[in-house]
């Protein structure tokens, strides 16, 4: 046991915008977890931004675990985010492999694209790998886009709300117990909602949000940290996702205001004290199962 509790984030560090560790570190840490980064890759700033550079990390990952083995750590959790390369795919599954077992669990944000296209910079081939590590994982939270493309689906094709649960099951049939979609569509105008499936009862349930016309990179990485912290400090699964949807929504209220320039992400410093008040209230429903 750690008395605090301990992730491996398998993250890139991106000087400019808020995305990856620069999210995952300040968002768990508020909620009282210990962040080790096992860094992707280096960027001058996360891949958006026209003319990026990036230096790939591969060989020190291998380096950081072989080293991470000698001291003999443990954590209570496995969290991987942005995967620079096809190649760093099989470290990441040999990191899991290594420093998985049945007291902690491993949470994978396949970081592939959105609003219906791959990220710059991410091919084809990371679909694939992506796939690889889905398998291995116990939790997944890919946004629309991605959990398409992870299917094999046109991930510009349309979808229905209720077709979304099927989704998830599909999803959660290629591994993990825990899948969690979102920028998913619901049936009324103007709301967008997030869906989570347990494997293990069955139940899915659904977090409503109304949907803010603007979109900022990162805000995935700050979902998924939240509901990796949350899970970690003992919430159910719907009160996780609850608390991610109330501080993801909090920061774009927090950058929306202002003039701003939406790559640089979500002003996430001014919305931190959501990560620990108490929720305004329980807005998670159960649609499946049970
Ligand atoms: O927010 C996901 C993310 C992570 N890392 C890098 C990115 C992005 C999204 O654009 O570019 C480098």
Known sequence: MNAVKRVAAVHDLSGYGRASLTVVIPVLSRLGIQVCPLPTAVLSAHSEY?????????????????????????FDAL???YIASARQVGVVEDFFRAFGDERNFVVVDPVLGDHGSLYPGTGEDMVAGMRRLCGRAGVITPNLTEAA???????????????????????????PRHVIVTSAPHEEEGVVATVAFDRVDGRAWRVACERVPASYPGT????????????????????AVDRAVFFVNAGIKETFGYPH?????????????CLDAPLPRYGYELIGGG
């Not at 990390?57 to 380096?63: A, C, G, N, R, S």
């Open 261 to 273: 320039r939406p790559l640089d992400g979500m002003n996430q410093e001014r919305a931190m004290r």
């Open 220 to 239: 995935g990485d700050a979902f998924a940290s939240v509901v990796t912290g949350c899970l970690l400090n003992g919430e159910s699964l719907p009160v």
């Open 50 to 74: 026209a003319g990026f550079r990036s230096l790939d990390l591969t060989d020190f990952m291998v380096e950081t675990v072989a080293h991470w083995r000698a001291l003999g750590l443990w």
């Open 79 to 81: 969290y991987s985010g």
């Open 149 to 175: 493309l992870l299917l094999g689906r046109d991930p510009r094709g349309r979808v229905s709300p209720t077709e979304i649960v099927g989704w998830c099951e599909e999803l959660s049939a290629m591994g």
